[in-house]
C-alpha cells in the first residue's frame, strides 16, 4: 500500500533551535516526495520537493529510502516558520498522498 | 498570472441532496485534481483531470464524478451526500510534463456541510 505517515500532530521548539518534522513513506517504486506548508488563512502551497533538491526557506529534506523517511529540517527555527506542514507523496496512477499534517509551532 | 479559484467558498446541504463545486485551474495549466479534507486530516486524492478525462481516482465511490472543460477549469459532483461528506474541498492544478508529481497549486477550497 502506498502511505504517508507523519508521527507528529503537534511539534514546538524556541526560536532559533533546530527543527525535525519527520514523514514516513510506503511506495515499491522510486519515490517523488513533497513537502507542502499551509501558514494561517493562506491556502496549501509547495515548500519543497524532492527531485529538485533545493534549500527553501533554510528548509532541506533528504530522502533516506532505508529509512524510508523524508524528514524535513531546518538548523534555526523562526517564528514565521509556524505552520501546518504536510508530506505528499506522488504515487502510481497519478494518486498523490498526503500525510495528515503536523501543526509547528515555534516559540519566540 | 491568475491563481486557482474555487466557488463556492462555503455550502449548506442536506443529506441526499446533490452538490457541484468549481475550480478554475491557474493560467498555463492542464491539469485538476480534487481533494477532500476532514478536520484534522491531510487531503484524500478523490481524482485527478487531464484532457477532459478522469486521469486517476482514489479510494472514493461513484457519486462523486468531475469533469475538466477544454479551458481546464473542471467540476466536482457529489450525488446522494452524506454527513460524512462534511468536509473542505481543495483543487488543485498543475502542469502536466510526463515526470512524476508535478508540483501542484492549490485553491483556497470550498468547504461543505451536509446537516
Known amino acids: 500500500a502506498q502511505r504517508v505517515t507523519q508521527p507528529e500532530k503537534l511539534l514546538s521548539v524556541f526560536k532559533g533551535a533546530p527543527v525535525e518534522l519527520k514523514c514516513n513513506y510506503s511506495y515499491s517504486g522510486s519515490p517523488e516526495l513533497f513537502w507542502y506548508v499551509q501558514y494561517s488563512r493562506q491556502r496549501l502551497q509547495l515548500l519543497l520537493r524532492h527531485i529538485s533538491r533545493e534549500s527553501i526557506k533554510g528548509f532541506t529534506a533528504d530522502l533516506n529510502k532505508g529509512e524510508t523517511s523524508f524528514h524535513l529540517k531546518k538548523p534555526f527555527a523562526q517564528e514565521e516558520d509556524s505552520a501546518m506542514y504536510y508530506c505528499a507523496l506522488a504515487g502510481t496512477g497519478n494518486q498523490f498522498y498526503f500525510g495528515t499534517g503536523t501543526s509547528l509551532t515555534v516559540i519566540p | 498570472e491568475t491563481g486557482v479559484t474555487q466557488s463556492p467558498t462555503h455550502l449548506i446541504k442536506t443529506r441526499g441532496q446533490q452538490v457541484t463545486l468549481r475550480c478554475s485551474s491557474q493560467s498555463g495549466h492542464n491539469t485538476v485534481s480534487w481533494y477532500q479534507q476532514a478536520l484534522g486530516q491531510g487531503p484524500q486524492f478523490i481524482f485527478q483531470?487531464?484532457?477532459?478525462?478522469?486521469?486517476g481516482r482514489g479510494n472514493f465511490p461513484p457519486r462523486f464524478s468531475g469533469l475538466q472543460f477544454p479551458n481546464y477549469s473542471s467540476e466536482l459532483n457529489v450525488n446522494a451526500l452524506e454527513l460524512d461528506d462534511s468536509a473542505l474541498y481543495l483543487c488543485?492544478?498543475?502542469?502536466?510534463?510526463?515526470?512524476?508529481?508535478?508540483?501542484?497549486?492549490f485553491g483556497p477550497g470550498t468547504r461543505l456541510l451536509v446537516l
Open positions: 483531470y487531464y484532457r477532459e478525462e478522469e486521469n
Open positions: 488543485a492544478s498543475s502542469f502536466r510534463t510526463g515526470a512524476a508529481g508535478e508540483t501542484q497549486y
